[in-house]
């Protein structure tokens, strides 16, 4: 893909960056994120917007605050897992909303057969199974394979072992591409780039080298590969690499929640991959 100079590669990241306002850092007021994020989506990077991400708990609250009459997009998580998604739905019917998607976590008490029984169809609505860092992991990832669900990386948190390193990540993102699975990616994604974070000490994945990560796996790229783009800190070499990128890679990599998004739209403006003009509007 020929980038013929700044911001022409701007669909490469329509839809990717998923609102993830009220969850830490960013902790915004449910109020403020469902009156912010029409905002967002109208702006002038309003199409690298994606829908607004509520844990399953919030929908009661949702229904007492004003919604605009275009219905909002959702992202629906659950936290405690698939037991929470039939009353999610049910409160979602009632309100001026549009479920895009459900994120549901695997609970360490639950045995995965279990947990893959109890996971009810949700219509059209695709489903995020969180793939656990331990050792059900495998069988995790094969489970959704079978059900026709896709993945969802943690790749961070407020505490430091929360994230997980290079090899690690690699290796799972491997193993979700090889079969066949779609992802997001949530929590810990705070920068373009692999950096340090100067507050917290913690080191902390790019989005951008997890597009490029992903798009090394579709291609069949080695392990190693994968682990050395995740380590890569140098913009320029990203932004290069980036342009290289076939949009195809996002029916794989969808989207990332990020409590911010005028950060990554900035971070990608300053990069030279969306107009300069974007992170202004």
């Known amino acids: 893909m020929d980038l013929g100079g700044p911001g022409a590669a701007v669909s490469l990241f329509h839809g990717f960056l998923d609102d993830a306002a009220v969850f830490p850092p960013g902790l915004k007021p449910l109020a403020r994120a469902v009156s912010d994020h029409p905002v967002h989506r109208g702006a002038g990077y309003g199409k690298l917007v994606g829908p607004l991400i509520l844990a399953a708990p919030a929908l009661a609250e949702l229904g007492a605050l004003p919604v605009d009459s275009v219905p909002l997009e959702l992202a629906i998580t659950a936290p405690r897992g ?3 998604l039939p009353e999610a739905l049910r409160r979602a019917a009632d309100l001026p909303v549009r479920v895009v998607a459900f994120e549901v976590a695997v609970p360490e008490d639950l045995p995965v057969a279990e947990f893959f029984t109890g ?4 219509g059209e609505v695709p ?3 969180e793939i656990p860092r331990d050792a059900r992991q495998a069988e995790v ?3 959704c394979a079978s059900a026709g669900h896709h993945a969802k990386f943690r790749t961070g948190g407020v505490r430091a072992e929360l994230y997980p390193d290079e090899p690690e990540l690699a290796a799972a993102l491997l193993a979700v591409v090889r079969a066949g ?3 997001k990616a949530t929590a810990g994604l705070h920068h373009a780039l692999r950096n340090t974070d100067k507050d917290t000490g913690f080191e902390q994945h790019g989005f951008l080298n997890l597009l490029l990560a992903t798009a090394a796996a579709v291609r069949g790229a080695p392990l190693q590969e994968l682990i050395t783009v995740l380590a890569e800190r140098d913009g320029a070499r990203i932004a290069e690499a980036i342009s290289t990128v076939d949009s195809s890679v ?8 990020t409590c911010s998004i005028t950060e990554p739209v900035t971070e990608l403006a300053d990069l030279g991959l969306i107009p300069a003009s974007m992170k202004g509007q």
């Open 82 to 84: 698939p037991a929470q």
């Open 119 to 122: 996971l009810e169809p949700a």
């Open 127 to 129: 489903v995020f199974v």
């Open 141 to 143: 990832i094969a489970n």
């Open 181 to 183: 699975l779609a992802f």
């Open 250 to 257: 996002r029916a794989v990599f969808r989207s990332f929640g």
